[in-house]
């Protein structure tokens, strides 16, 4: 089946803008996760979703946000971009809340590297 | 609080040595589950195994291992006779209860196999 797939992979943006990425999950996994990989803080835990329901959320600022849509697709958004937001973001889908074998393992997608200058 | 140590930065090895990565984690729950993931250089996290806080039990998968000890806090990974298709980056990831995405990662030990 058809991994988790994320877009853009690439994008560059400028201090200030905004940016949307976007992540389709593993088809019949309800549960998306969002992480951020830069060099300095490594791989942080931004927010997960379930059933269109934020579940739990890290520490980040509120420039950060997300959404989960009926299909369980997820878009993050962050607004008033940062030098430092720069950075891989990562996507992962699981069954987590879901009855079935093999639940809270995480599949992530390729990612979407953002770059701002 | 929740951590994860990988104390190696970087490993270097000729093809065909064994290699062990070690993780070391902290946490105050009864209930968690630690990962490990492998990390190409295409950025696709890759999952390689998950353990349970009540299963101590070694695990075997070809040429990798595993030894979780809770003793120590450890889940210590090991790849028998290396490959270089085994250069990556490989981290080590707890996560607290089985309801949960959320996913504490150590900062990584990057494997450089050298044939």
């Known amino acids: 089946k058809a991994g988790v797939t994320q877009t853009p992979r690439y994008l560059i943006k400028t201090r200030g803008q905004q940016v949307t990425l976007s992540c389709s999950p593993i088809?019949?996994?309800?549960?998306v996760s969002w992480y951020q990989q830069t060099p300095g803080q490594g791989l942080q835990f931004l927010f997960e979703?379930?059933?269109?329901?934020?579940?739990n959320k890290g520490n980040f600022p509120g420039r950060f946000s997300g959404r989960q849509f009926s299909n369980s697709r997820s878009e993050m958004n962050v607004s008033t971009l940062e030098l430092g937001d720069s950075a891989l973001y990562l996507c992962?889908?699981?069954?987590?809340?879901?009855?079935?074998?093999?639940?809270?393992?995480?599949?992530f997608g390729a990612g979407s590297r953002l770059t701002v200058l | 609080a929740q951590k994860v140590t990988q104390a190696q930065t970087e490993i270097s090895v000729v093809e065909k040595e064994d290699v062990t990565l070690d993780c070391v984690y902290e946490?105050?729950?009864?209930?968690?589950?630690l990962f490990w993931y492998k990390q190409p250089p295409s950025g696709e996290l890759v999952f390689l195994i998950r353990?349970?806080?009540?299963?101590?039990q070694n695990e075997i998968s070809g040429r990798y291992s595993w030894n979780f000890q809770k003793s120590t806090s450890s889940f210590n990974f090991t790849i028998t006779a290396s490959q270089v298709v085994d250069s990556a980056v490989y981290f080590c990831?707890?996560?607290?209860?089985?309801?949960?995405?959320?996913?504490?990662f150590g900062t990584g030990t990057r494997l450089q196999v050298f044939p």
């Open positions: 992962a889908s699981s069954a987590t809340g879901q009855a079935v074998s093999g639940a809270n393992v995480l599949t």
């Open positions: 088809s019949g996994h309800r549960s």
């Open positions: 979703y379930f059933s269109e329901t934020q579940r």
């Open positions: 946490t105050r729950d009864t209930t968690y589950y």
């Open positions: 353990r349970n806080s009540f299963d101590e």
């Open positions: 990831a707890l996560s607290e209860g089985y309801n949960t995405d959320k996913l504490i």
